[in-house]
């Protein structure tokens, strides 16, 4: 029963993500951070298809977890899959829904924070650069947190330099939107296991 509604989390999950990034982010070249974020660039810049490069950026992550962090390869390379395989499928909405750029930033990123909450209740992830954030803070000590926010600083930096200070912007507001939705999807699974332990 758990592996059935992990594989329905992982499937919802993906195409919360999916949905977030063709409907609100993808129309108004907004970024997400980590592996999709160079996805978005690639196809903002040359027209590659952005779950294919995120499957590509993302080979070699998962050479090194397959080698030093087995448990990760397991849990992340589904979603992965899954994740990458949506966005490419649903990129035809691009164009469906018109929204002030604003607008669009929050509701993609909290759409894409619905579907990262859902997989990470189920101990598992889109993988990316998320790994590279979790394997240093475990060397380091330092939050996971903290890696993320510096790794998805770097991408959107760059985004911005590459394409618009208004994609810079824009972008910074996503991510926030995508954390605190994130945050708020994992922290009622978490109040939900504590009331049902008592």
Known sequence: MYFLKKGLALITGSIFISLGINLF??????????????GLIANYLWGFNT???????SIPIFIFAWFFYRNYFYNSLHGLI????FIDF???????IELEAIYSSLLGGILVGIGNGLMLNFQTSTGGTDFIAQ???????INVGIYILFI????????????????????VMTILSIGITTSF???RKDM?????DV
């Open 82 to 85: 899954l994740y990458a395989f």
């Open 51 to 57: 779950g294919l490069i995120v499957i590509v950026v």
């Open 185 to 187: 999807i994992t922290s």
């Open 135 to 141: 394997f240093l803070c475990e060397k380091t000590g």
């Open 90 to 96: 649903l990129s035809p909405l691009n164009n469906l």
């Open 25 to 38: 982010i993808v129309p108004h070249e907004i970024l997400d951070g980590g592996t999709v974020g160079i």
């Open 152 to 171: 998805d600083s770097i991408i959107i930096i760059i985004g911005g330099l590459l394409l618009t200070s208004e994609t810079f912007y824009l972008s």
């Open 192 to 196: 939900l296991s504590l009331l049902n």
